[in-house]
């Protein structure tokens, strides 16, 4: 156990463990922030301290991108009377270089807690069998390049390992209210009347949930499908009617949305 803590606190090695404590930290946060638990019966804003931790871990990525362009400047002698376009050039470097690295369309909390885990895990394994081998170069020497290459590899391999989530993150827009019309919802609640009724819409992504109602007598019930005919703007609810009342022509137009919308406001009217 000492030693473990000897490696946990040895340099490199021990700025990946505070970065990896934060990282921690603010996953914590968002998981008892998302399961809405009280921490102790108090009440403790978790979503708050979840964004502020979030904020400061953006900042903190932030800030360390400004140092890593300040280098750059530095090291390739860039004109200090040009700094504004110099500045906007860099960013765009970075964002393609970082778009390069496989990050492109990934949130900076999932992709710099990757990067921080993966440099922790080979700064840990590797410490000790890197001094040991260049026990003729100064230990300080020695420690510096190990953790830029850590870094490095966190980079790289962490690039490649988030690709496959990218398309987790493509924010989808919902469908309006008027694109719905003539669309095929699904009933999930026992029964729809003139007053309440809740239905599903498979949006292609987490589905929507609507609220419906059907002035006519019928037999909507949980699992069914219906037509969307409209939006009451007063009420908020969608209303409906059952699939089975539609013509056999009616059903085939349904797969062209223009159709189905002109089918929809037909029927409304009656």
């Known amino acids: 156990m000492t030693t473990f803590l000897a490696a946990l606190l040895a340099f490199p090695t021990a700025i990946f463990t505070i970065l990896l404590g934060v990282v921690l930290a603010y996953w914590l946060c968002v998981i008892v922030g998302a399961a809405g638990i009280d921490l102790l019966d108090g009440d403790v804003d978790l979503e708050g301290g979840a964004k502020a931790v979030s904020g400061a871990f953006e900042g903190g990525a932030k800030a360390t991108s400004g140092l890593l362009e300040g280098g750059a400047k530095a090291v390739g002698g860039h004109d200090v009377g040009h700094a504004g376009h110099s500045h906007l050039h860099d960013a765009e470097a970075a964002t393609g270089l970082f778009a390069m690295l496989g990050f492109g369309g990934i949130p900076v909390t999932v992709s710099v807690s990757l990067v921080v885990f993966l440099s922790w895990s080979l700064s840990l394994l590797s410490g000790q069998a890197t001094h040991g081998a ?44 008027e694109a719905l019309m003539g669309r095929v ?67 085939e137009q349904l797969r062209d949305p223009l159709k189905a919308a002109a089918i929809a406001r037909a029927r409304a009217q009656r």
């Not at 230990?139 to 390049?145: D, N, R």
């Not at 190990?146 to 919902?174: E, K, M, N, Q, S």
């Not at 819409?201 to 069914?224: E, T």
């Open 185 to 251: 919802c699904t009933i999930s609640s026992g029964s729809v009347t003139a007053k309440d009724g809740h239905a599903t819409f498979d949006d292609g992504a987490a589905g929507l949930i609507l609220n419906v109602f059907c002035d006519k007598p019928n037999q909507l019930k949980r699992g069914q499908p219906a037509l969307i005919l409209g939006y009451d703007a007063e009420r908020g609810v969608y209303e409906v009617e059952p699939v089975d009342w539609l013509l056999p022509q009616e059903m």
């Open 134 to 177: 260049l026990s003729m170069l100064p230990s300080w020497l020695v420690s510096t390049g190990l953790g830029l290459v850590c870094a490095t590899v966190g980079l790289v391999v962490g690039g490649f390992a988030v690709r496959p989530l990218r398309p987790i993150f493509i924010a989808r827009r919902a469908p309006g209210r």
